[in-house]
């Protein structure tokens, strides 16, 4: 993969701890023949990396880095501050009252300096802010937003930026391609740039699914990021081959369902003529991504093989999902992988 597109814009996965620290060499060849650009799954969230507040846990963080330095590969830290995966401590005391605006930015500058500060040079992209704006465009209304407004996120890229000098800072989302949450994003975006605030792209997460979204519109995401002014990176990108309910559309981790036949129909392995749908899905999407090098610099794909991916526990719990390029067994997906090269013959 990472030959195919290597004219074009990095090829990058996300690797769990499992997965970064394998000595299965069929893992480890996967990882080095095909990728170029490393992402971490949970491993760099704060409830990994920070459980207590006198508490940093850099096991991971250093063997995922030492990893992306033996591949020489562009490196990226996920994710610096999201409403998910945080301990309480961070935004509640010990009579679970929300804590001081002030309190909360400092703890917040606390753990980005000491985590960019350790792996400054080593990772060369930061998700600083994550998942902070709701489908209407509007803030989403968490606990950073409710303590500290948007000044949490004017704050999180300062004090990256201040961290590490030369890393690139991103925002990252789901659902850009739906316009009313892109304008909001790109309001903040370039108010921030406004303020002398560094941001130098956004991350479009690609959690697609077989016939959603459409083409045009992800086309139009990429076209008015690159036109604001912003690096444009496919962030976080699988395709959904099951139904899902009506509701469930993007990577809200608080909607789950429970599992049925309805939602979970290939428990048997994915019948001819589904791979045969995905194979031709990610041709037409690594199509468009080609037709708009000049403005992608990356795309990552959201789990080394289908056995390890999100979806099959999102948004229905304990199905069985194929979203990916690799299978259970560590086995690529010809077909599929032999439509997406045939975007370049």
Do not use: C
């Amino acid at each position: 993969m990472k030959q195919l597109f290597g004219e074009s814009f990095y090829i990058g996965v996300a690797l769990n701890s499992r997965q970064v620290g394998s000595s299965d060499p069929k893992i480890q060849s996967i990882i080095k023949e095909n990728f170029n650009s490393l992402s971490p799954e949970n491993g760099l969230k704060w409830e990994r990396i920070h459980p207590k507040p006198d508490q940093y846990n850099f096991e991971f963080g250093d063997r995922y880095v030492a990893l992306g330095e033996e591949m020489n590969a562009f490196t990226i830290g996920h994710t610096l501050i999201w409403h998910q995966q945080v301990p309480s401590w961070v935004f509640y005391d010990e009579n679970n009252q929300p804590i001081a605006k002030q309190e909360l930015l400092a703890s917040m500058e606390n753990h980005i300096s000491t985590v960019v500060g350790r792996y400054k040079s080593k990772i060369q992209g930061w998700d600083v802010v994550n998942e902070a704006i709701e489908e209407d465009g509007s803030f989403r209304q968490s606990s950073w937003y409710k303590i500290a407004g948007k000044d949490f996120i004017i704050k999180a890229f300062e004090f990256a930026q201040r961290a590490d000098p030369n890393a690139e800072l991103y925002y990252n989302d789901y659902n850009v391609w739906k316009a009313s949450k892109r304008k909001g994003i790109l309001e903040m975006a370039k108010d921030l740039k406004s303020k002398g605030i560094r941001i130098d792209g956004i991350g479009m997460q690609g959690h697609y699914q077989l016939n959603s979204p459409s083409l045009e519109e992800i086309e139009q995401g990429i076209i008015d990021i690159h036109h604001a002014g912003f690096k444009v990176m496919i962030t976080e990108l699988d395709v959904d081959v099951l139904p899902r309910p009506s509701s469930a559309i993007g990577a809200d981790l608080n909607q789950n369902f429970r599992n049925s036949e309805e939602y979970n129909p290939y428990i048997d392995g994915l019948p001819s003529e589904i791979e045969s749908q995905l194979a031709q899905r990610y041709a037409a999407i690594f199509k468009l991504f080609e037709k708009h090098k000049d403005k992608i610099s990356r795309v990552t794909f959201w789990g080394l093989h289908d056995g390890s991916s999100w979806l099959n526990n999102f948004p229905v719990r304990g199905r069985m999902n194929y979203p990916l390029l690799f299978d259970r067994k560590l086995n690529p997906k010809t077909s599929v992988i032999s439509e997406i090269s045939d975007v370049f013959h």
